[in-house]
């Protein structure tokens, strides 16, 4: 007698426990993807992070730039355009390397885009809040002593900055379906410009009101604004706008999800060799 047997019917609970246990799989290849050792890889990451931060520190004082509009910490200023700008241009490149409906990831019949997206942009957001906290716990025991007066706005400036990386590298994502090599160019182009237009160097209330335009269109350089309000109670952000990012990156997600999904309806394999 031949029996037949049927698989379990998946309930709604089922189906949420093997999407989180896929998503903290996905996580964990993210992190340990530069290195088999993932103390070694996060370490790096956090290497690679300090060096920005004195690089930045020691640019800051050989050119003259010190800003004596914020009294309190020259660390905590550098900290709080540094990690916001490496959040954004992480998510940015993380999201960017999954390449959407044409990773081989997909292959395998529980992954799809959505879950790789999202595995590589919490391993990002993951890797700079751990490379922040031990940062700043060696800046309180090694120099002085940081202080940060809002801490949830802090926080919630550093959520935005890597929600904006993500949207936009989302976009990007979508785009590069269709034109990989240009959209290659232009998401290294863009990251290079947020190194100068993102604002870190700069506080939004000194930048001319002729040159502020330069400024004014990237939601990173209201999210660093904003974050620097947050963290000295001796700064207000008087010019900047942090609806002004949460608009943009929500308009740049439901345009990015648009393309995304009429891409997925027309994707074929063979578009791999253009890329």
Known sequence: MIMQHT??????????????????????????????????????????????????????????????????????????????????????????GTRGPLNPMNLHSSMNSILNILAASLATVYIQVVAFIILMFASNVLFERIEIHNIRGFAFAFFIAWLAGVAIGNLMLSLSVFFPKMMKIISQTFQ??????????????????SKFWMFAWNPLFHVIDYCRDAAFINYTATRTNINHALWVTLGIFV?????????????????????
């Open 192 to 209: 290079r410009i947020n190194m100068v237009f993102s604002g870190k160097f700069f506080l939004a209330n000194t930048i001319p009101q």
């Open 7 to 96: 698989r379990p019917k998946k309930t709604p609970f089922y189906a949420t426990f093997r999407f989180f246990e896929l998503l903290y799989h996905g996580i964990v290849r993210e992190v340990r993807k530069k290195h088999r050792t993932p103390i070694i890889g996060l370490a790096s990451d956090i290497l690679q992070s300090a060096i920005y931060v004195i690089f930045f520190l020691m640019f800051m004082n050989l050119m003259g730039m010190r800003q004596p509009q914020i009294r309190g910490s020259e660390i905590l200023y550098i900290m709080t355009g540094v990690f916001l700008f490496l959040v954004h241009i992480r998510a940015i490149g993380a999201v960017m």
């Open 255 to 275: 345009v990015s999800f648009m393309i995304d999904h009429w891409a997925r309806k027309y994707a074929s394999e063979s578009w791999k060799s253009r890329s």
